[in-house]
């Protein structure tokens, strides 16, 4: 088989896995950077399930050691899978999201294959982000972090972050690939967390690091407090990865935002609600945490001081115009309720002085 010939029956096997693999140079170029013929050729044995090594070895029509030693090769540098299980050692393929796209850049790593990959993935995303998941079954689902929502009947326990978590056999944290790959904003980049068999995998082979589900815990925080959302795999029962994103660099969400793919992401079972007495207007909701655009905030004005709050009223108000004054008692405001009375303002409604 020639050389370009087995790039394209990989990538034409990628291509029958959800997330796809379209064909564009750039795919030829990236899978030339992560197998040698000889591994793709390897690699077109493997399936999306496990297969133990005499099975791919016989498929491929090689002897064992020489498939193990390839594969295990492939395996270091995070282009297949593989564990142990039932006291065999067993391989699988990697599809382009999750899998070949991020590993190669878990380890926080800069080198010259992965500037090189950068710039091809960078090129080729938008590809693969029209194109993978379909209505019904997105690839990911946005979740908040568990102490910020409030529980309510009907709400659906696998929604519940922690719970996940505390579920796993086995925690782990990354670096994201997607903020390593784009670099475009200054987010913290160790922020993919893994679970369980991927999770194994990835430490053993000196992609990630096991965290306890407390320190998971409190890194997840962290990230919530840095504005990253929080998108976990589109599975009720089995938690494979959390992704903390920004809208800049991910793949995921940008897929919705920026690549045309309405169907990219799954929507929170969780439903927002607006605390009037506790919002200020500052637009944080609209400007800086949704990424999708889906909070407004009409038009504000930020003050310093009642003095600035009664100057800036009586150049905006005309006669007829009415004033809703509202906060806690604490806040003070009732001293621009003063103020504006004293100017001649008629007062409406209850007057509550202190």
Known sequence: MARDEVYEELRRKLDT????????PEIYEILSLLFTPEEARLACSLAF???????VARRAGVDEPGASEMLEVMADRGV??????????RYRLLPVMPGL????????????????????????????????????MPMARVLPVQEEVESQPGVLTYEM????????????????????SERRCDAPTEACMVFDDACDFLVERGFARYLTRDEMKARLRELDEAGLVHQVNNSQDKLTLICNCCPCCCHLLRAATEFGNPFAIGA????????????????????ERCPMGAMTV???????????????LEGELRAGDVVLVKSSYGAGLWRLG????AGGAVAVGEDVAP
Not at 104 to 122: K, Q
Request: with cysteine; hydrophobic share 40%.
């Open 338 to 341: 003063d103020r504006l009375l």
């Open 80 to 89: 297949i899978f593989s564990r142990e299980k039932e006291g065999e050692r």
């Open 298 to 312: 009409g038009e504000v004005a930020v003050v310093d001081d009642i003095d600035a709050a009664v100057e800036l």
């Open 161 to 180: 972050i922690y719970d996940m978590i505390d579920r796993a056999r086995v925690v782990g944290i990354a670096h994201c690939a997607c903020r390593e």
């Open 268 to 287: 929170s079972g969780f439903v927002p609600v607006v605390d009037a007495d506790v919002c200020v207007g500052c637009a944080t909701c609209a400007d």
């Open 17 to 24: 896995y959800v997330t796809s693999c379209p064909e564009a």
């Open 49 to 55: 399930v496990e297969r133990p090594l005499g099975q």
């Open 101 to 136: 796209f991020e590993f190669p850049f878990m380890r926080g790593e800069r080198n010259e294959l992965t500037e090189s990959l950068s710039a091809l993935w960078n090129a080729y995303m938008p590809l693969v982000g029209r194109d993978f998941a379909t209505e019904g």
